[in-house]
């Protein structure tokens, strides 16, 4: 019997905050909640800006704590002051020039029109002739606007990150937001599990980029700068896998990352529900870390024509000054995506496991769809394969849900504010909506407020989804004032404003997570919803065994909100033990049937049968 893979635990941070808690979700639809929902929320946000140590909220405080979330001026570097250096050849207008240099900054390769005299220890340089050199310049980038995470927020204050790429903070902050958010803690999990059924399954689509990684390790020769020791092994694109194993969870259990763009946290999804259902895990820690907002990395999207450049954004709105808020418009008038950050991670856990310790459940993964687009003319261009994603997507929510079910889902869109994505989406949706006798299919797009996270863009779909299923309110593309004229729309329902999906969002069974990815990189997942998970629970485990589970879960759900309203005022627990409880060669014994490790209480079953019996 397949197991069902639930959602018992989230966390990470976004630009609109914290997962955990539903704190980023609140932050996005803020304008509909009441005063009561939000005061944690804004509390929160206090803590983590530097804005405010009490408890006290102000109308000043909430309007700067709105400025410095969602989408917004870049603020991980200096738009108006980016390095630039360019080519030049310098001539005196003489014969020769002179200047003069320490001994230690010779080039090894002496120019033949150099001639050198040693000046104790330094050396005066005369050149006959041109020098070729490079000029250093400031230069103002022509996009300002991104989704960094909250204004004035370092995640690698909170333990010891000493060169840690910006990715990898991100990583060991929201890695720790999502174990906090069980409720239970880790060492009480493996004590119900062998230590082999965790698997990990996170990373990073473009890898670790910024100037402790891989960005400054290939730009120290060109700028006079050293290549560290760290930089090339923390540049790996599965070293949040690596870092949450290592350092965070002590894990021997499955681990990895799959790469699919910006598909991949829907392709680490996949993974870690495979592994559930398959009985390979009991427990799955999910989840993608992306930093991207590096100007260098930007520039190789810019020339690209995929970002939205300030003049085009001023332009849309036929104004002089760029609104950098509504810089990204899913599905209307646009010109490019956003660049964003992002951390976000999700426990998955065996259904019989999590009704045993009585675990929080917030939703399950029914299952997610990958396909390739075939043969290409460009290899960014969209192609056939996400029509198949999300066609098979719709078909198993009709499936599980029936034919009247299906129409109690929604969509979290790609949506990436490109006008090539507006066409093509929504026409995929759009067809499978018809196909599926789907009227008004609602559509939204949380990169209006978020930005794209590249690899983790789809966790902040699904972290958004989560919340909907909390306090009921879908968000809308706030961002946009209309639908572009060649947006297919016939049986869609794309929602420039916030839905309400009734208590707890019961209107909805499931959502569509849908996600393209540039080389042809297509994945949808379906994720069903609290009520529903626990009505299919109900009929798979009786209503004995589920009252048991209620009673377990009440202590627990008390614990998550304590330790939720805890991280409000500040004090949370981040998870990093280096150099802790190492195991060796001496941590191991064993026997033809089994292995133990000292640091774990349960032992490892080796296989002792033939799976191939019948081929014997």
């Known amino acids: 019997m397949t197991k069902l893979p639930l959602i018992v635990g989230f966390g990470g941070i976004n630009a609109a905050g914290r997962s955990s808690g539903f704190h980023s979700y609140k932050r996005m639809v803020s304008d509909v909640l009441s005063a009561d929902d939000m005061v944690s929320t804004w509390q929160d946000l206090a803590r983590r800006m ?128 999502a174990l906090n958010s069980m409720g239970v803690d880790w060492q009480e999990i493996l004590k119900h599990i062998q230590p082999d059924e965790v698997s990990v399954y996170a990373g990073s689509a473009l890898g670790q980029i910024d100037d402790q990684s891989l960005s400054g ?40 990352t799959n790469m699919g763009a910006c598909a991949t946290f829907l392709y680490n999804l996949r993974q870690g529900m495979y592994d559930i259902q398959h009985g390979k895990s009991k427990v799955v820690i999910v989840g993608n870390a992306e930093a991207p907002v590096v100007a260098e990395v930007m520039e190789g999207f810019r020339v690209m024509g995929a970002l939205a450049e300030d003049e085009q954004i001023k332009a849309l709105d036929q104004s002089d000054v760029v609104d950098n808020r509504r810089a990204c418009r899913p599905f209307s008038s646009n010109a490019g995506f956003t660049m964003a950050e992002s951390s976000q991670f999700v426990v998955l856990m065996d259904d019989e496991l999590a009704l045993s310790l009585g675990m929080n459940i917030y939703g399950s993964v029914a299952d997610v769809f990958v396909n390739a687009d075939g043969n290409k003319k460009s290899i960014s261009a969209p192609g056939v394969g996400n029509y198949v994603t999300v066609a098979k997507a719709t078909a198993l929510a009709k499936a599980i849900l029936g034919e009247q079910g299906v129409k109690q889902t929604y969509v979290q869109a790609h949506g990436t504010g490109t006008p090539q994505n507006r066409v093509t989406e929504s026409h995929i949706l759009n067809e499978v909506a018809k196909t599926f006798d789907i ?17 983790a863009a789809a966790g902040d779909q699904l972290i958004a989804s989560l919340g909907v299923w909390q306090y009921g309110w879908v968000p809308g593309i706030t961002s946009i004032d209309h639908i572009a004229d060649d947006v297919h729309q016939s049986n869609l329902n794309i929602l420039i404003d916030h839905k309400y999906a009734g208590e707890k969002g019961e209107d909805y069974k499931a959502v569509i997570l849908n996600a393209k990815g540039f080389g042809g990189n297509n994945a ?93």
């Open 217 to 256: 390790m290939i730009a120290a020769p060109l700028i006079g700068s050293r290549v560290s020791s760290k930089m090339m092994a923390l540049s790996f694109a599965e070293m949040p896998a690596d870092f949450i194993n290592g350092y965070m969870i002590n894990s021997v259990g499955t681990t990895g």
């Open 524 to 616: 949808t997942g379906l994720v069903l919803s609290p009520a529903q998970t626990t009505e299919m629970l109900v009929k798979k485990y009786g209503a004995e065994v589920f009252a048991q589970y209620q009673a377990k879960n009440l202590p627990i759900s008390q614990t998550v909100v304590q330790q939720d309203q805890a991280a409000c005022q500040g004090v949370e627990n981040i998870r990093y033990d280096f150099g802790d409880n190492v195991m060796d060669e001496t941590s191991i014994t064993m026997t033809p049937e089994s292995m133990n490790l000292s640091a774990f209480g349960q032992e490892i079953l080796l296989p002792t049968e033939n799976p191939y019996s019948d081929y014997a």
């Open 439 to 455: 009227d008004q299919w609602p559509v939204t797009a949380v990169k209006s407020y978020l930005g794209h996270s590249m690899g």
């Open 50 to 177: 530097g804005l405010s140590q009490d408890a006290k909220l102000t109308d000043e405080l909430i309007e700067a704590i709105k400025a410095g979330t969602l989408i917004r001026r870049i603020d991980s570097f200096d738009p108006d002051n980016i390095l630039h250096q360019y080519k030049a050849t310098i001539n005196s207008g003489s014969d020769t020039m002179t200047f003069t240099v320490r001994k230690s900054k010779l080039p090894t390769k002496i120019p033949e029109n150099w001639s050198l005299e040693t000046q104790g220890s330094k050396v005066k340089i005369t050149v006959t002739g041109d020098l070729a050199a490079l000029l250093e310049d400031r230069t103002s980038y022509p996009v300002t606007s991104g989704g960094n995470i909250p204004a004035g927020f370092d995640p690698g204050s909170l333990y010891n990150s000493r060169f840690h790429p910006r990715g990898l903070k991100l990583t060991v902050y929201g890695a720790s937001d």
